[in-house]
């Protein structure tokens, strides 16, 4: 039996940053997921990139997404304040994904992993 390769998931993985990110992982032959809030945003990707959205107010939504992963690649932030979109949000949106990740990494470390 094969070995799967490693899967990593990458905030924003359309985006500047993230994209060359899963570029990069994408051509050491690993799978690459992506929280987005563009899921369904034209990217250079095709099915290699599976897309989730940000599901702040759910974590369970957010930990599902990031279940299986060996690695977080967090590029999410924004650039500046507009509307609802504040630095002061968007540090809560990140400590959120930060949880949902650590909910992750608990319950592997629980099962033995």
Do not use: C
């Not at 992506?34 to 930990?63: C, E, Q």
């Not at 968007?90 to 608990?106: C, D, H, M, S, V």
């Amino acid at each position: 039996m094969s070995e799967q390769p490693p899967l990593s998931v990458v905030t924003g993985a359309y985006g500047f940053t993230g994209k060359y990110i899963t570029r990069r992982l994408l051509g050491r032959g690993e799978k690459v997921r992506t929280l987005t809030g563009h899921p369904d945003r034209d990217h250079p990707f095709g099915d290699a990139v599976a897309a989730f959205p940000y599901s702040f107010d759910d974590p369970g939504a957010l930990a599902a997404a990031l279940e299986g992963a060996g690695t977080f690649y967090n590029t999410y932030w924004i650039r500046f304040e507009h509307g609802e979109a504040t630095f002061g949000r968007a540090l809560e949106q990140t400590g959120r994904l930060i949880e949902a990740a650590r909910r992750i990494w608990n319950g592997w470390l629980g099962r033995g992993r």
